[in-house]
T-cell receptor, first 111, second 115 residues
Framework: GQQVMQIPQYQHVQEGEDFTTYCNSS?????IQWYKQRPGGHPVFLIQ?????EVKKQKRLTFQFGEAKKNSSLHITATQTTDVGTYFC???????????FGTGTRLQVTL | NAGVMQNPRHLVRRRGQEARLRCSPM?????VYWYRQLPEEGLKFMVY????????ESGMPKERFSAEFPKEGPSILRIQQVVRGDSAAYFC?????????????FGEGSRLTVL
């Protein structure tokens, strides 16, 4: 079945440093989504990418979707303590398909 | 506009008992997803339902687990004869169900502890 892997599993940065998480799918995706889950909380949608090679920005966050539509990345510039949490990518393979979540990257930010 | 509502938020069961978890999707949403999350792990897909219809149950264990989304009322995830390994957070999510799989709106989860 479809597998979605993320690296790194865990990253600890100092506030102000940059952070990147990478997402790789075993199958071609129709779209990829990113979610953030704070400790003890529930996943919250961040963004959806649909087009091959698409790049989207949200303030300090930059999201990319690979040309082959099998990988994606999330980059955070100048991290803040509010960025703490686990970031999941999630891929769909078509209409009315389940969303398969990646393994997640847990980000810890310290002052 | 209320979000996805899950109850109970916390449930404690002894081995062998039954657990029933309920999920009311956002208003106007006709599709419901159930995911399981073990501590410090990712979200594992369990089942994807429309009203009165199971679309994809490829992530559901073959035994003891069942899900439904009736015409009226919430979606229910039922776990019979619970075992300690069923202890996890169970998240429900909903979507409008139009076109390609889009944003999922998650509930706050039901945390099941099996003693």
């Amino acid at each position: 079945g479809q597998q979605v892997m993320q690296i790194p599993q865990y990253q600890h940065v100092q506030e102000g440093e940059d952070f990147t998480t990478y997402c790789n799918s075993s199958t071609t995706l129709s779209n990829i989504q990113w979610y953030k889950q704070r400790p003890g909380g529930h996943p919250v949608f961040l963004i959806q990418l649909v087009k091959s090679g698409e790049v989207k920005k949200q303030k300090r966050l930059t999201f990319q979707f690979g040309e082959a539509k099998k990988n994606s990345s999330l980059h955070i510039t100048a991290t803040q303590t509010t960025d703490v949490g686990t970031y999941f990518c999630a891929g769909a393979t078509g209409t009315a398909s389940k969303l398969t979540f990646g393994t997640g990257t847990r980000l810890q930010v310290t002052l | 506009n209320a979000g996805v509502m899950q109850n109970p938020r916390h449930l404690v069961r002894r081995r062998g008992q039954e657990a029933r978890l309920r999920c009311s999707p956002m208003k106007g949403h006709s599709h419901v997803y159930w995911y399981r999350q073990l501590p410090e792990e990712g979200l594992k897909f369990m089942v994807y339902l429309q009203k009165e219809n199971i679309i994809d149950e490829s992530g559901m264990p073959k035994e003891r687990f069942s899900a439904e989304f009736p015409k009226e009322g919430p979606s229910i995830l039922r776990i019979q004869q619970v075992v300690r390994g069923d202890s996890a957070a169970y998240f429900c999510a909903s979507s409008p169900g139009r076109g390609d799989t889009g944003e999922l709106f998650f509930g706050e989860g039901s945390r099941l502890t099996v003693l």
